[in-house]
């Protein structure tokens, strides 16, 4: 794949004109592999690895055999991916048919036509750890400026990612309790309706929504909801 060292510094500009409004963090992860494959040469394949909560998954990759060789690291919990996450640091793997570490991970990569690997680690937050992982066609694909470029690539994309978890974690929580008023409300209505009927108080009136809800299987929200729609309908 053709690369132009040119085209670093418009890249990082491109990491830096993402609009949150317009994306979300999928899609933000999505741009940063397919900007990475295109600006760090040697770069074969791309992949972002993300460990959060002691799990890791492939969040973004630019191709099967990307996705493949992470996969394979966290089925047997070892690979560069994994060390350049849990150390935000780089692990380099300049020759895949040489490397003897991960239970003979390099050898899987060799086989599936990598000759060699570069894990940058990507830090996002305290509790979100990743890496950014560049798979090479041939053997020492990366040299030491293709190195320090994969590095401050990384510092650039991090921020962008940082950035783009927290607006859709505070959009995920802004929904939720939006949920939790919209379910509250309704609820209350419900409770209303209740009272209205059987001449019972607030307390009362909501032990029996409960207990219709854990007869009837239902969430309580939907119990309260059905009853408020057949009142409105009456």
Known sequence: MAHDPTD????????????????????VLRRVADLAQRTLPGAEQ???????????HTAAHTGEIALKLDERQYEQDGGPCLEAAAGRTTVPVPDTGTDHRWNGWAQVAADAGIGSVLSVGLPIEEKVSGALNIYGARPRAFHDDAVALAQTFVRYAAVALANAHLYDTTAT????????????AVIEQAKGIIMGERRCTADE??????????????????????????????
């Open 8 to 27: 670093s510094a418009a890249a990082f500009a491109e990491l830096g004109r993402i609009k949150l409004g317009e994306t979300d963090l999928n899609g």
């Open 205 to 234: 009136a909501f032990a029996i929504l409960t207990r219709v809800s854990q007869d009837s299987n239902r969430k309580l929200r939907d119990v309260a909801a059905a009853l408020v729609e057949r009142t409105q309908r009456g």
């Open 46 to 56: 791309v992949s972002i690895t993300l460990v959060r909560d002691g799990g890791a």
């Open 173 to 184: 929580l802004a929904q939720h309790m939006q949920a939790a008023m919209e379910s509250r």
